[in-house]
């Protein structure tokens, strides 16, 4: 059974950090690219960023560039979400998603598998 | 940037079809993906490359993409199927994966 188990949110104050990470199981991690999406109270879902099989590929949304990195370990079957400078609008449910492995898309492969999400709470 | 836009919400009868509709520039040249999102629940992928369903999505769940409008469309609507659906591409221009707003489906 293919699971994705985020961990790491919490409460933190606006300028602070936090670390998320998504481990996963029942499935080989080295061949799915990931990405975070999250979702603030009451909106809808934004994508937050993008990482390849090997870490070859990394993409990010405009508002988190500079500000968070992603990262993976396959051996370790985790990727990671390291989060500084957070601010209000950073509060939302995030949620660790698997890219579908598809012969002819990389980045637009559709995510097939979501985490249960993680809820981050920045305080201002 | 590119942008997806979808009606905040849409209502139909048991037994009716749905459809929802996803607009974008030249969405046809893209490949379209769409989720279904209930309260409290992550989402589900029910269509994907315009019309493929995963495996376990009923064939109630359809899509279509052509010009500058994706669509899903549920048939034989559910009370089951009361939730959010978000369209999703990703932009080659900005290398980003892009989410319309969402629409709301309720029944009836």
């Known amino acids: 059974e293919v699971q994705l188990v985020e961990s790491g949110g919490g409460l933190v104050k606006s300028g602070g950090s936090l670390r998320l990470s998504c481990a996963v199981s029942?499935?080989?991690?080295?061949?799915?690219?990931m990405s975070w999406v999250r979702q603030a109270p009451g909106k809808g879902l934004e994508w937050v960023s993008f990482i390849s099989t090997s870490s070859s590929y990394i993409h990010y949304e405009d508002s988190v560039k500079g500000r968070f990195t992603i990262s993976r370990d396959n051996a370790r079957k985790s990727v990671f979400l390291q989060m500084n400078t957070l601010r209000a609008e950073d509060t939302a449910v995030y949620y660790c998603a698997r890219h579908m492995s598809l012969p002819t898309q990389l980045e637009s492969a559709p995510f097939d598998y979501w985490g249960q999400g993680l809820l981050v709470t920045v305080s201002s | 940037s590119y942008v997806l836009t979808q009606p905040p919400s849409m209502s139909v009868a048991p037994g009716q079809t749905a459809r929802i509709d996803c607009g974008g520039n030249d969405i046809g040249t893209k490949s379209v993906h769409w989720y279904q999102q209930k309260p409290g629940q992550a989402p589900v992928l029910v269509v994907y490359?315009?019309?493929d369903r995963p495996s376990g999505i009923s064939e109630r769940f359809s899509g279509s993409n052509f010009g500058n409008m994706a669509t899903l469309t549920i048939s034989r609507v559910e009370a089951g199927d009361e939730a959010g659906y978000y369209c999703q591409v990703w932009d080659t221009r900005s290398d980003r994966v892009v989410f319309g707003g969402g629409t709301k489906l309720t029944v009836l």
């Open positions: 490359d315009h019309s």
């Open positions: 029942g499935f080989t991690l080295s061949s799915h690219s």
